[in-house]
């Protein structure tokens, strides 16, 4: 299996079933409309806000709000930024997660992580994209993703890395 194959397959696994009368099966990944549904499809819990148009969604007993938009957001930039492998330190940081034991999607939101960082210092006096700093931080996951304040589960890959921050 090429790399090529081997990563875009890891970020975007085959998808069966039907989600909204659509086969995911006939969706093509390298549509990014049809990535934008598989990774909703990967979330069920947010079908509803999304359609709903609704911002923000109560966690109920897991406290707080997020928002669905912002957190499918997140997974789509990293996923098209391990589709096109730029920048390829994505890509190794995931390889090397997953090697470590990580799932795919705890794998995602520990990217997130890095990404969030990178456009909240583009929007802000923090100045532009700094690829430099990209690479420390994804250098320093998954240390850096367990170091955070324990997070207010919000999904089972939040639930599993806050399980495993109990653990140490």
């Known amino acids: 299996m090429s790399d090529e194959v081997a990563r875009r397959t890891w970020v975007l696994p085959p998808a069966t079933g039907v989600v909204d009368g659509i ?8 549509e990014e409309g049809d990535r934008h549904f598989l990774l909703l499809a990967e979330h069920p ?36 930024q391990i589709w096109s492998n730029e920048p390829p330190e994505v890509w190794s940081t995931a390889q090397r997660l997953t090697q470590a034991g990580y799932d795919r999607h705890e794998v995602l939101h ?7 960082a990178d456009i909240y210092n583009a929007l802000t ?3 532009a994209f700094d690829i430099d700093r990209t690479r420390r931080e994804l250098a320093a996951l998954p240390g850096s993703w367990e170091a955070l304040p324990e997070p207010v589960p919000q999904n089972r890959a939040t639930r599993r890395a806050h399980a495993r921050r109990r653990q140490h």
């Open 23 to 30: 086969d995911l099966g006939l969706l093509h990944p390298g």
């Open 45 to 80: 819990e947010f079908s509803e806000a999304i359609e709903n148009d609704d911002d923000e969604i109560d966690l109920g007993h897991e406290g707080g709000t997020m928002s669905p938009r912002l957190h499918l957001a997140m997974h789509e930039v990293v996923t098209n």
């Open 125 to 127: 006096d923090k100045g």
């Open 110 to 116: 520990m990217l997130a992580s890095v990404v969030s």
